[in-house]
């Protein structure tokens, strides 16, 4: 584990031991299944809902592998308790695929918070066993998630999927 990655205990649910990956800024860690729950409950948009609710029960089905499915937060370092957005990878593909998906609350756009978050994450999941590769991908016109995606590290495939053009983490 290097610097920017450390265990902690938490007693929270289900999640015995929950790994928090520490970046400049941010604490990033998945939540429990009662915490996703509860995000589900809370959610208004049917699509997130519909997402988190699939998520939820892959943690459900595959728990060895729940770090794959798990909604993970993203808080403040110097806030604690200040989730600005989450992260999410869509399962472990047989081949060793991650795909990265990720959203940031209002408000906290600008900053360099989900870049930060990406590139950090993307790093960690590609040190990971089995992990041979971290994509994602965005919508067409969703110009700032590819610039987060680029700026972190990620370069375009010339593929496109479900939501649009895909994109392939490249560790410097």
Known sequence: MNSEERN????????????KIESKRLLLYPISDIEMVQLIENEQDADLKQAYSEMLQGCINEPEKRMWHAV???ELKKQP???IGDLSFKG???????????GLREGYCGHGYMTEAVKVIAKWALAQDGVTRVEAETAPDNTASQKVLTNAGF??????????PRFLYKMP
């Open 155 to 164: 370069i375009p495939t010339g593929e496109s999927g479900e939501e649009g």
């Open 92 to 102: 472990l593909a047989a081949d060793g695929m991650v795909e990265l998906g990720y």
């Open 8 to 19: 902690a205990n938490s007693g929270r649910n289900n999640v015995d031991q929950i790994m």
């Open 81 to 83: 308790g200040t989730i």
């Open 72 to 74: 993970w937060f993203m």
